[in-house]
């Protein structure tokens, strides 16, 4: 599977991934009628199991890390706050380098910028936090404002030979479906004589075959009250650790609950998943979050995004932004009063300043520059532009004049996103 391909799986479930929290999966009414904070109220109260692995992330990093050149040494402070800014970067908005620091804070203690493995885990823990053990945290708090008192919460942190995740010298990250080896046990005879699995990880899969099987009986997953049920929330929940050294621990993942329960929605204005505008069923109106809606032409919905990629890749990202049926692709510019309005957003954007070229959505075929959503006839070209060099087939807006130029498109520069709605 390529990081396009699980990036692109993502998305289809959950929304893009520099939008993840949103939820735009239950925003068709068939799926989900609501997101799971507006529906939590009606839930019946009836004995759970909420839990989740060590180093969820660590999947898809290491699908990012296989398909692309990366490698561990490129971990650094630098390259943490890229990754971090790819993903979540439409997510976390103008507050992204004050979120970085805080975060930075929180999870490392005077980290040298060459502790790439230091960095990498930064990473991971914080992709954790924003997909898995951050919204485990708020449904532990609404199983308990619903006074059900039977939720149990764990965390698998165990490794073994049994995943073959090891990529680099030190890091063993137990990822997103680990457990999975030790709940239906898929293992060959020969992997015990071999030493791919030993004692330590069959009594491990007994462990999930036993607790699961008195969970679906009692309702409790163990018979000697060892898996106490949580009864605080946030930032003190009580849970099971299932790992080397197994049992009863307080505060399930305290750090991911403070900044993703608390310091967050502090910064960004509200809890996540965001409360958004009903799609009615694919007709919704509006732009989605974090977009803007244009004043000259209200159908266009646009943002920037500040990773440079080549215009293949940016067109294909943009492409996944938006659940269907919305025109996708990079920023049409119909007319001078768009293009204006458009400039000034870039110089309004605080990652716009760190743009010096963003591509949109005009290139050149068969001899004729076209729009990627449209027809248009409008041009703005910077003095001596249209170039004639037959690779340069790409078109990029500059921030500081509001003029076009046109470059090779395998070249990576900054990107703006557009939605054509209605």
């Known amino acids: 599977m390529s990081e396009k391909d699980a990036i692109g799986l993502m998305m289809a479930a959950d929304g893009p991934v520099p939008n993840a929290l949103c939820y735009n999966m239950v925003q068709d009414n068939n799926f989900f009628p609501g997101t799971p904070r507006s529906l939590a109220k009606n839930r019946k109260n009836i004995p759970t199991i909420i839990g989740t692995n060590k180093d969820e992330w660590g999947t898809f990093e290491l699908i990012y890390i296989m398909n692309s050149p990366t490698n561990l040494t490129n971990y650094t402070k630098e390259f943490a706050e890229f990754r971090l800014t790819e993903m979540f970067s439409n997510f976390?908005?103008?507050?992204?380098?004050?979120?970085?620091?805080?975060?930075?804070?929180?999870?490392?203690?005077?980290?040298?910028?060459?502790?790439?493995?230091?960095?990498?885990?930064?990473?991971?823990?914080?992709?954790?936090?924003?997909?898995?053990?951050?919204?485990?945290?708020?449904?532990?708090?609404?199983?308990?404002?619903?006074?059900?008192?039977?939720?149990?919460?764990?965390?698998?942190?165990?490794?073994?030979?049994?995943?073959?995740?090891?990529?680099?010298?030190?890091?063993?990250?137990?990822?997103?479906?680990?457990?999975?080896?030790?709940?239906f046990m898929g293992w060959d005879p020969s992997d015990v004589g071999t030493g791919k699995i030993n004692m330590s990880d069959i009594d491990t899969a007994f462990f999930f075959g036993e607790s699961w099987t008195n969970f679906a009986k009692t309702g409790k997953p163990t018979t000697d009250g060892s898996w106490k049920?949580?009864?605080?929330?946030?930032?003190?929940?009580?849970?099971?650790?299932?790992?080397?050294?197994?049992?009863?621990?307080?505060?399930?993942?305290?750090?991911?609950?403070?900044?993703?329960?608390?310091?967050?929605?502090?910064?960004?204005?509200?809890?996540?998943?965001?409360?958004?505008?009903d799609y009615n069923n694919g007709t919704r109106t509006g732009c989605q979050p974090t977009f803007v809606q244009g004043t000259a032409v209200p159908h266009h919905c646009y943002t920037l995004f500040n990773t440079a990629k080549n215009q293949t890749d940016a067109t294909y990202y943009c492409s996944k932004y938006f659940i269907t049926p919305f025109k996708l692709g990079l920023k049409n510019i119909n007319n001078a009063v768009e293009n204006s309005e458009l400039l000034s957003y870039?110089?309004?954007?605080?990652?716009?300043?760190t743009c010096t070229k963003s591509y949109i959505g005009l290139y050149l075929h068969n001899s004729h520059w076209v729009w990627q959503n449209g027809n248009g006839t409008y041009y703005n070209w910077d003095a001596g532009y249209p170039s004639s060099d037959p690779t340069a087939t790409c078109v990029v807006i500059n921030p500081s004049n509001g003029k076009w130029q046109n470059q090779a498109c395998s070249l990576s520069q900054c990107y703006i996103c557009e939605a054509v709605i209605g």
Do not use: C, M
């Not at 870039?346 to 300043?353: D, I, V």
């Open 92 to 183: 976390l908005g103008n507050q992204a380098q004050n979120i970085f620091g805080i975060l930075e804070n929180l999870y490392l203690d005077n980290i040298a910028n060459n502790d790439n493995l230091a960095w990498l885990n930064f990473v991971v823990d914080i992709g954790t936090t924003f997909f898995w053990t951050g919204y485990v945290g708020r449904d532990v708090q609404l199983n308990l404002q619903n006074n059900n008192p039977d939720v149990y919460v764990y965390e698998f942190t165990y490794y073994s030979g049994a995943d073959s995740h090891k990529l680099f010298p030190g890091w063993q990250p137990v990822t997103h479906g680990a457990e999975t080896s030790f709940v």
């Open 229 to 277: 049920p949580a009864t605080t929330a946030i930032n003190n929940t009580a849970y099971y650790e299932i790992g080397w050294s197994s049992g009863a621990r307080p505060a399930y993942r305290n750090k991911d609950q403070i900044q993703f329960n608390e310091i967050l929605p502090n910064l960004l204005g509200g809890e996540f998943p965001r409360d958004i505008p």
């Open 346 to 353: 870039l110089n309004s954007n605080s990652f716009g300043k």
